[in-house]
């Protein structure tokens, strides 16, 4: 297969969800391409790469992720592809995070976020932060996350958002935080008449727990 085929092979896995079948097939693809040492191929695989690291991540395969996003960073900074950047450091910092390397992760998430309103980022910025007990600049991260959902008229995501970030806070031991980001996300839920019974029951229940 030439790395054109093999690229639409892998686009065609993604669609379908199968995403280790997907991460193969761009792999091979930037393989190919790499072949050619071209400098005006450099672009398509960063692109190539990211994509691969991106389905690995799909996958949950942060390990084979790590160094295809790394190694896609490096050129697209060599190359100053700025359009590709931000993309590429948010799946590093996931990939990072995933593996619990959140000192990695936060500067990655940080790259990423520059001059932009993304909550999704926010997010992922604030658990690494929590997940070290950064208490303040995770709060901080929070706060920026639900003030975008907000102007957005989005409830679902101030709620899913502040649980989250109440779980990872739970999990790295860091009880009272937790307990009072389970209460903020159960005040939000009185004001989401949408909100799923089972899943309030479910943030009630932790925080019950907390005690």
Not at 69 to 79: F, R, Y
Not at 100 to 108: F, Q, W
Not at 110 to 135: D, F, I, R, V
Not at 176 to 191: F, P
Request: glycine share 4%; charged share 25%.
């Amino acid at each position: 297969m030439t790395w054109e085929e093999h690229r639409g092979a892998a686009e065609e896995f993604a669609l379908i969800e199968l995403w280790e079948q997907a991460a193969a097939h761009y792999v091979n693809a930037a393989a190919l391409l790499m072949q050619s040492k071209r400098l005006e191929d450099t672009p398509e695989i960063t692109y190539l790469q990211l994509r691969a690291g991106q389905a690995f991540l799909e996958h949950e395969e942060p390990t084979a992720a790590e160094p295809i996003l790394d190694n896609a960073l490096k050129l697209a900074t060599l190359i100053e592809y700025t359009e590709l950047l931000p993309e590429i450091q948010s799946a590093l910092g996931e990939a990072h995070a995933t593996q619990g390397n959140h000192l990695a992760a936060i500067p990655c998430f940080e790259a990423a976020l520059g001059k932009t309103l993304n909550p999704e980022l926010y997010l992922h910025l604030t658990l690494s932060q929590l997940a070290l007990g950064q208490e303040p600049e995770g709060l901080k991260s929070l706060e920026r996350a639900c003030k975008i959902h907000y102007r957005a008229k989005n409830l679902e995501g101030m709620v899913t958002c502040v649980s989250r970030a109440a779980a990872v806070s739970e999990a790295a031991g860091y009880k009272k935080l937790a307990r009072s980001l389970y209460k903020k996300a159960l005040q939000l839920v009185e004001i989401w008449p949408q909100c799923d019974p089972a899943r309030q029951a479910e943030l009630q229940a932790r925080f019950d727990a907390l005690g």
